[in-house]
């Protein structure tokens, strides 16, 4: 069972674009909300991360939108470049051991 | 410094071969973790230690064997591996939750070990 689900599966985008990706959870024991940028044959980077207790972070050109209510969370990248063209995986966490569950992924493509 | 190392890049080895993956933190993480991940999908949890103890077994087949030396080392033995346990393996690493002053979530993933068995 996906604990995390995440869409859209694939992303293409206008450079100087605003691509959007959604995620979204049940379990309300998850307490921390990471997203992995992951370029191919490479590991998955931590890029931005949100906690609950937070509506929206902002690193550089990247925003995070949480809504805990609707148990969902979204990455928004800003003035988008075809240097961001890669595999974007949300994930939530929980546990003493930093458990994470991951979404199923997005790619986006970033078009010069 | 949030850097884990992984050794090999890349392996290639046959269904009745032996050999070892390696991964390395300087980050004084009490936390390591291995994960497989198959082309287009999400990273796969296998193996979790905590304090160098295994904590978590996420019912992997046996002939994935994980050792964990030292807080800064953690392996993953192959023995009898099938053509479908091809993926890249990654490695990573968490400081772990020590208690509410030292909350730390962050988990930082090492490049991968491209796995290919013929």
């Known amino acids: 069972q996906q604990q995390v689900k995440q869409s859209p599966q694939s992303l293409i985008v206008q450079k100087g674009g605003i691509p959007i990706i959604n995620c979204a959870y049940e379990?309300?024991?998850?307490?921390?909300f990471p997203w992995y940028q992951q370029f191919p044959g490479k590991g998955p980077a931590l890029l931005i991360a949100?906690?609950?207790?937070?509506s929206e972070k902002k690193e550089g050109r990247f925003t995070i939108s949480f809504n805990k209510s609707a148990k969902q969370f979204s990455l928004h990248i800003m003035d988008s470049q075809p240097g961001d063209s890669a595999t974007y995986f949300c994930?939530?966490?929980?546990?003493?051991?930093?458990?994470?569950?991951f979404g199923t992924g997005t790619r986006l493509t970033v078009i010069p | 410094d949030t850097e884990v190392t992984q050794t090999p890049k890349h392996l290639v080895m046959g269904m009745t071969n032996k050999k070892s993956l390696k991964c390395e933190q300087h980050?004084?993480?009490?936390?390591m973790y291995w994960y497989k991940q198959k082309a287009k999908k999400p990273p796969e949890l296998m193996f979790v230690?905590?304090?160098?103890?295994?904590?978590i077994n996420e019912s992997v087949p046996s002939r994935f064997s994980p050792e964990c030396p030292n807080s800064s080392l953690l392996n993953l033995h192959l023995h009898a591996l099938q053509p479908e346990d091809s993926a890249l393996y990654l490695c990573?690493?968490?400081?772990?939750?020590?208690?509410?002053?030292?909350?730390?979530?962050?988990?930082?993933f090492g490049p991968g070990t491209r796995l290919t068995v013929t």
């Open positions: 379990n309300t024991a998850f307490d921390y």
């Open positions: 230690y905590s304090y160098e103890k295994l904590s």
């Open positions: 994930a939530a966490v929980w546990g003493w051991a930093n458990n994470l569950f």
């Open positions: 990573a690493s968490s400081q772990g939750r020590v208690g509410r002053e030292g909350l730390n979530y962050e988990q930082y």
């Open positions: 980050m004084g993480h009490r936390a």
């Open positions: 949100i906690r609950p207790d937070v």
